[in-house]
């Protein structure tokens, strides 16, 4: 048992250090794509998604599943999913047609991959400012579907442990107000396997799984609680297909 423990560490770290290295090796000789059309910087993007996929199939033992593609929207929409970990970030790209982040303000300022980021045109939050970062977020959200892409949102804001209580933010809802879209809830599992604290990765099949969409025009509080039942019921079922051992040792 502590020789498959001790495995299991060295894979991690090994793993960990192939995407960050891959990510900061992107990120610096990907400047070029600061100069192509978005399109085609985009396409750069996905490689980077893909490459970490494999890194993590290949070291850690991990792959993924994609259940609901019927749901996945060919034009503009609203994507709101569960954020359980890092590999949120990144896994979802490929997945999509041509998909905008919603971001942390911050990470724009980081050099290279800021600069990278600004360039896919994801959309850049300073949840700081309150109700005028939500105005900016409405209008900016409209620019990129009006361009035919998706609006990808983490309703909570941040990573959540598994099973934590569920803690949606209100821009989700001012952004499905202020859009006027189709929203399409995502559940997934990957806390469980790469958790949000620590670094002990471990083999397996994270799960990612597209929802039965919501039409515009619902009420803010049926739109808010519809949401989040969809979200978190699907979540606990994809978790609770992971064995016993693997939602022991995570949570």
């Given at each position: 048992m502590q020789l498959d423990q001790l495995t299991r560490r060295v894979r991690s770290l090994a793993f960990l250090a192939a995407f960050y290295t891959a990510t900061a090796v992107f990120s610096i000789a990907g400047s070029p794509l600061l100069l192509v059309p978005r399109r085609y910087a985009m396409t750069g993007l996905r490689v980077h998604a893909r490459l970490c996929l494999w890194l993590m199939r290949v070291i850690v033992g991990t792959t993924y599943e994609v259940r609901g593609q019927q749901y996945i929207p060919d034009g503009p929409a609203l994507v709101a999913a569960k954020h359980q970990s890092a590999w949120d970030t990144f896994a979802l790209i490929p997945l999509l047609r041509d998909p905008a982040m919603i971001m942390k303000a911050e990470l724009g300022y980081i050099p290279f991959y800021g600069w990278l980021s600004r360039k896919f045109e994801h959309i850049l939050v300073a949840r700081e400012r309150g109700p005028a970062a939500l105005r900016k977020l409405i209008v900016d959200a409209k620019?990129?579907?009006?361009?035919?892409?998706?609006?990808?949102?983490?309703?909570?804001?941040?990573?959540?442990?598994?099973?934590?209580?569920?803690?949606?933010?209100?821009?989700?809802?001012?952004?499905?107000?202020?859009?006027?879209?189709?929203?399409?809830?995502?559940?997934?599992?990957?806390?469980?396997?790469?958790?949000?604290?620590?670094?002990?990765?471990?083999?397996?099949?994270?799960?990612?799984?597209?929802?039965?969409?919501?039409?515009?025009?619902?009420?803010?509080?049926?739109?808010?609680?519809?949401?989040?039942?969809r979200i978190e019921a699907a979540t606990a079922r994809l978790v609770a297909e992971a064995s016993c051992d693997t939602l022991d040792e995570q949570i």
């Open positions: 620019a990129r579907a009006a361009d035919s892409r998706q609006i990808v949102i983490f309703p909570e804001g941040t990573r959540q442990q598994v099973n934590a209580l569920p803690a949606y933010k209100p821009g989700v809802v001012a952004l499905y107000e202020g859009l006027g879209l189709t929203c399409v809830p995502v559940a997934l599992n990957s806390g469980l396997f790469w958790p949000r604290f620590g670094t002990n990765l471990r083999a397996g099949t994270i799960v990612v799984e597209f929802l039965e969409p919501l039409p515009p025009g619902l009420d803010r509080r049926a739109f808010r609680t519809e949401l989040e039942a």
